[in-house]
């Protein structure tokens, strides 16, 4: 979102995770710290048990379900660890150390999730994609494989799903990260999605889990039990204590995006966020986009500059202009303009207008 400094020009922070947040969900997290809901008490102060806290969490699923339209069958987890310790958790709830799970190689997180996932069962890349998601057509599928993991969007380079698999009887796991909520989804397609909070669903320490309930309880090598979902989905998320402020925002994060019009609505917004910067990125032939023309992210824009000295250049320039956190993941290297749902299309307008003048320049 937009924040304004003392001398007035605006600032918009491109960051990809923990990234911006509405000034309107800011302020409810700021009331909840001293007076949660009437309570009285601060929303840190809570016990996670008691009535007030299951209220919260509650209402949160209840706004989640309705913007996703999720079905009955499936169980929703507000888990800690992030999305980096799920990695090794679907493969030590959904896999026995002997089974064989598939990967979807797109890029740096999907690679990490697979190399983590093969410290508990049997790991096969059935396909790696440099610019773009490799066709299904191409996937080298085994019958009787545990899941089928694919990462929808790919932060760190900028890739991004606009077609699900069917992946058939396996069940397709997905980490949506990064584009959970930007977009309407057919969960229906999945048997399990995990996604860190910070970037569209509030703040970092909250990992949701959305797991079709026939995928509990299968017969594992098992996990921790406070990341054992079947136990989870038992207990309503509270084996232990859950990150209660994190909840309290990522529910406020879920009344925000309902307030907004819903996923069509948020989907059409980001849809013209990224248009306006891909439009700068190809005017000119001075930027240059590594992924290919279907499969650019809508959510972190990824982009090079002719030379490191001139994208460093352009960093400390668009700094000084309120542009901030550009940067790109520190293992790619160059720019990225992450666009969530919070960012205002002004932002993007700003980057934009700023690109083209850098590249006269
Ligand atoms: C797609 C994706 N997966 C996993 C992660 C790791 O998340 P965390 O740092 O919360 O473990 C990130 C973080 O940026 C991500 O973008």
């Known amino acids: 979102m937009a924040k304004s400094s003392s001398s007035a020009a605006p600032r918009y922070n491109f960051a990809s995770g923990p990234a911006a947040l509405p000034s309107e969900v800011l302020a409810e997290g700021q009331e909840a710290l001293t007076d949660c809901l009437g309570t009285g008490l601060s929303i840190l102060e809570l ?17 989640l379900r309705h913007l996703l339209r999720l079905p009955e069958t499936y169980r929703v987890l507000f888990l800690q660890g992030g999305a980096s ?45 440099r610019d773009a998601p490799p066709p299904e057509a191409v996937w080298d599928r085994a019958p009787g494989s545990a899941y089928c993991h694919i990462t929808t ?16 009887d396996v069940p397709l796991v997905a980490d949506m990260s990064a584009d959970l909520l930007t977009r309407p989804l057919e969960v229906e397609r999945f ?16 990992t949701l889990v959305i797991v079709r309930q026939d995928l509990l309880h299968r017969p594992c090598a098992g996990a921790p039990a406070v990341f054992d979902y079947a136990r989870q989905a038992e207990n309503r998320s509270k084996v232990n204590t859950p990150p209660t402020f994190a909840i309290f925002m990522a529910g406020a994060m879920l009344r925000w995006m309902e307030r907004r019009g819903g996923l069509e ?8 966020k990224a248009e306006v910067l891909y439009g700068a990125i190809d005017r000119g032939g001075y930027y240059s986009c590594p992924v290919a023309a279907g499969s650019r992210s809508l959510v972190n824009v990824c982009f090079r500059l002719p030379t490191p ?25 160059g720019i990225r303009a992450s666009l969530y749902n919070p960012l205002p299309g002004e932002a993007a307008e700003a980057l934009a207008a700023f690109m083209d003048r850098f590249r006269r320049s």
């Open 47 to 63: 016990p996670f048990s008691g009535p007030d806290f299951t209220r919260i969490l509650t209402a949160a699923e209840q706004s």
């Open 153 to 168: 969007n790919e932060t760190a380079d900028g890739l991004q799903y606009h077609w699900l698999p069917a992946a058939g």
């Open 265 to 272: 609505a948020l989907a059409e917004e980001n849809r013209r």
């Open 309 to 333: 000295d001139l994208e460093a250049r352009f960093l400390a320039e668009a700094a000084g202009r309120g542009l901030l956190n550009l940067q790109g993941h520190p293992a790619v290297g």
């Open 85 to 129: 310790a799920h990695f090794a958790y679907v493969a030590q709830n959904l896999a026995a150390p002997a089974d064989c799970a598939e990967y979807v190689v797109t890029g740096l997180w999907s690679r990490r999730a697979a190399a983590e996932a093969a410290r508990y069962c049997r790991v096969r890349v059935v396909a790696e994609g």
């Open 191 to 206: 048997g399990l999605i995990y996604a860190s909070a910070q970037k569209n669903l509030g703040i970092a320490g909250l």
